[in-house]
């Protein structure tokens, strides 16, 4: 926290620094420049009077006057030709300004400033002198590195102030950080002791709220499942002894099979109602066993409604990183799916494959009309469901580390395959 803030206010601190000492930074630059450009320009200026009229022996004078005071070479370009002062080639610059024009242009090195002087009889002269680029800059580097200092000496006063403040707030929210910690490992009895800021000692308000709301959520919780619990079984011990007492000892078998099935459905779902959150998940299971007594299971319905049923296992076992529960409960969606979305009669084919980097392929493929690839929104459904089987199929593939896959089967139908991930602990 306080690396932060400092880093914040480093970074704010830099930024306008660099919004104000950069522009300032070139404007010193431009003011040298025009500095050195005036100040050769004024001397050139000074000799442009002589040129309308003095003879070449005196222009060469004032020529070597001005370049002697100034430190810049003057040169003095007549009509007919002649060149006075500091020798110099005849650039394209001098000779624009022979047609009557002055200015300063750049040249390498330096900028180049060409005066016209008119009204001489023989046409019209040209007054050039050089300022180099170290004229242009002088002063600029000390400027330059006395703002750098200032910069540097604002941004080490705003590290040192943030830094301050920044020990102020991390000393109540490492408390607050505490508390949270303590409730996460289920010390429900734990309370913050508001300090700091106003707005610390807020959240701190805040927080112990929330601890004493959490304590009140999950008593009620338990209440709720303990009620859940009573109204589930209640029915499911009445309908197992209907089963038991049916005439014919296969019925009665297969529906107290079904009951027992329902029942630890029930059971499964009120322990994970009932457990902590940081209780360890499941290492995983061996998927042809589950796989085996989950289609043995509807295969007594395939038979009912003329349904052919092919299983394929691979040979060996497959352990999976997934519970045998949740293996069942994804295997009892895809296989509800086909008896929901198909006629009766459709023959399907369950098959268990092993995947060459760990896991296995649980493949669900039916002869049916085909299924569509919405389908597997969770919520959403085109065939009258709540459109959860898949959804619940499709989680169980990705705790796993894998992922469901809806395709078309061989005949036409609809395909859904189960991507299962190894185990996490062998």
């Given at each position: 926290?306080?690396?932060?803030?400092?880093?914040l206010?480093?970074?704010?601190?830099?930024?306008?620094?660099?919004?104000?000492?950069?522009?300032?930074?070139?404007?010193?630059?431009?003011?040298?420049?025009?500095?050195?450009?005036?100040?050769?320009?004024?001397?050139?200026?000074?000799?442009?009077?002589?040129?309308?009229?003095?003879?070449?022996?005196?222009?060469?004078?004032?020529?070597?006057?001005?370049?002697?005071?100034?430190?810049?070479?003057?040169?003095?370009?007549?009509?007919?030709?002649?060149?006075?002062?500091t020798?110099?080639?005849?650039?394209?610059?001098?000779?624009?300004?022979?047609?009557?024009?002055?200015?300063?242009?750049?040249?390498?090195?330096?900028?180049?400033?060409v005066?016209?002087?008119?009204?001489?009889?023989?046409?019209?002269?040209?007054?050039?002198?050089?300022?180099?680029?170290?004229e242009?800059?002088?002063?600029?580097?000390?400027?330059?590195?006395?703002?750098?200092?200032?910069?540097?000496?604002?941004?080490?006063?705003?590290?040192?102030?943030?830094?301050?403040?920044?020990?102020?707030?991390?000393?109540?929210?490492?408390?607050?950080?505490?508390?949270?910690?303590?409730?996460?490992?289920?010390?429900?009895?734990?309370?913050?002791?508001?300090?700091?800021?106003?707005?610390?000692?807020?959240?701190?308000g805040?927080?112990?709220?929330?601890?004493?709301?959490?304590?009140?959520?999950?008593?009620?919780?338990?209440?709720?499942v303990?009620?859940?619990?009573?109204?589930?079984?209640?029915?499911?011990?009445?309908?197992?002894?209907?089963?038991?007492?049916?005439?014919?000892?296969?019925?009665?078998?297969?529906?107290?099979?079904?009951?027992?099935?329902?029942?630890?459905?029930?059971?499964?779902?009120?322990?994970?109602?009932?457990?902590?959150?940081?209780?360890?998940?499941?290492?995983?299971?061996?998927?042809?066993?589950?796989?085996?007594?989950?289609?043995?299971?509807?295969s007594?319905?395939?038979?009912?409604?003329?349904?052919?049923?092919?299983?394929?296992?691979?040979p060996?076992?497959?352990?999976?990183?997934?519970?045998?529960?949740?293996?069942?409960?994804?295997?009892?969606?895809?296989?509800?799916?086909?008896?929901?979305?198909?006629?009766?009669?459709?023959?399907?084919?369950?098959?268990?494959?092993?995947?060459p980097?760990?896991?296995?392929?649980?493949?669900?493929?039916?002869?049916?009309?085909?299924?569509?690839?919405?389908?597997?929104?969770?919520?959403?459904?085109?065939?009258?469901?709540?459109?959860?089987?898949?959804?619940?199929?499709?989680?169980?593939?990705?705790?796993?580390?894998?992922?469901?896959?809806?395709?078309?089967?061989?005949?036409?139908?609809?395909?859904?395959?189960?991507?299962?991930?190894?185990?996490?602990?062998?």
């Open positions: 926290m306080r690396r932060r803030l400092s880093l206010v480093a970074a704010t601190t830099i930024l306008v620094l660099v919004a104000f000492l950069v522009p300032l930074a070139l404007l010193l630059r431009s003011v040298a420049q025009d500095r050195a450009v005036g100040a050769a320009t004024a001397e050139v200026q000074g000799i442009v009077a002589a040129v309308g009229a003095a003879d070449p022996d005196t222009l060469r004078l004032s020529a070597e006057q001005v370049a002697a005071a100034s430190g810049q070479p003057v040169t003095i370009f007549l009509p007919d030709g002649s060149v006075l002062g020798p110099a080639p005849r650039t394209p610059a001098v000779e624009l300004a022979a047609r009557g024009r002055s200015f300063t242009a750049e040249s390498d090195g330096g900028h180049e400033i005066v016209a002087v008119q009204g001489r009889p023989d046409g019209t002269a040209v007054v050039r002198t050089f300022v180099p680029d170290a242009l800059t002088r002063g600029v580097t000390r400027a330059w590195l006395v703002l750098a200092g200032l910069g540097a000496t604002l941004v080490l006063l705003g590290l040192l102030v943030a830094d301050r403040l920044a020990r102020n707030l991390v000393r109540p929210i490492g408390e607050l950080s505490e508390v949270s910690h303590r409730l996460a490992r289920a010390e429900l009895t734990a309370r913050a002791t508001p300090t700091g800021p106003p707005e610390l000692r807020e959240v701190a805040a927080l112990n709220h929330l601890a004493g709301r959490i304590q009140e959520l999950l008593r009620e919780e338990r209440e709720q303990a009620d859940l619990s009573h109204r589930l079984r209640t029915p499911l011990t009445a309908l197992r002894l209907e089963a038991e007492s049916l005439a014919d000892p296969s019925d009665a078998a297969r529906i107290t099979a079904g009951v027992d099935a329902l029942e630890r459905a029930v059971t499964g779902v009120i322990t994970q109602a009932r457990k902590r959150s940081d209780t360890p998940a499941p290492e995983g299971c061996e998927a042809a066993a589950v796989v085996r007594d989950r289609v043995n299971f509807w007594v319905l395939a038979e009912d409604t003329g349904r052919a049923v092919a299983l394929d296992l691979a060996g076992p497959l352990p999976v990183g997934l519970s045998a529960d949740d293996l069942a409960a994804a295997l009892d969606a895809l296989l509800g799916n086909v008896f929901a979305h198909t006629p009766d009669g459709t023959a399907f084919t369950v098959t268990l494959a092993a995947r980097d760990g896991g296995a392929l649980l493949t669900v493929a039916d002869d049916g009309p085909g299924l569509p690839a919405d389908q597997v929104r969770r919520g959403e459904s085109r065939g009258g469901s709540t459109g959860l089987g898949l959804d619940i199929a499709r989680r169980a593939a990705q705790s796993s580390g894998g992922h469901l896959d809806l395709t078309a089967s061989p005949t036409g139908g609809a395909q859904l395959t189960l991507t299962l991930g190894p185990p996490t602990h062998p």
